[in-house]
């Protein structure tokens, strides 16, 4: 029997004309998505799977995206790629806003005790 996995896609309508997450201006928060017309969450369970479910997911991901630039792409920091390394990862998820909150980290968390692999390093 080959590879099974339990995965799943979830695509969230998030913005457009009528959408209050375009409201407040783009620079306002750290949220640097407000104009994404729609968010997108693939998923896989590796469970007690083999590797390969990365591999596979990974192939599905590349099917939908290969024609938009990946600095085009933006990620939701609550939708976590684990295999992302931290750079591309912090484009990703707070994009133009990175220095601000590397800054803002440097004030309020200098020893970056409140840390992740992908997360903020606080600006010296």
């Not at 998030?14 to 409201?23: D, W």
């Not at 290969?66 to 085009?72: K, L, M, Y």
């Not at 750079?87 to 601000?100: F, I, S, T, V």
Request: proline share 6%; net charge negative; glycine share 8%.
């Amino acid at each position: 029997m080959g590879l099974v996995l339990d995965w799943y896609v979830q695509i969230d309508v998030h913005g457009g004309p009528t959408s209050a997450v375009t409201v407040p201006d783009v620079d306002s928060t750290v949220y640097a998505h407000r104009n994404y017309l729609f968010m997108f969450l693939f998923c896989v369970d590796r469970g007690v799977y083999p590797a390969e479910g990365f591999a596979a997911i990974q192939n599905f991901v590349g099917d939908v995206t290969h024609n938009i630039p990946v600095e085009e792409w933006g990620m939701y920091v609550n939708y976590l790629d684990p295999q992302m390394e931290r750079e591309a990862a912090q484009k990703n998820y707070w994009g133009q806003h990175l220095d601000r909150l590397a800054s803002v980290k440097g004030s309020v968390d200098p020893g970056n005790l409140s840390s992740y692999p992908q997360g903020v390093v606080p600006a010296v």
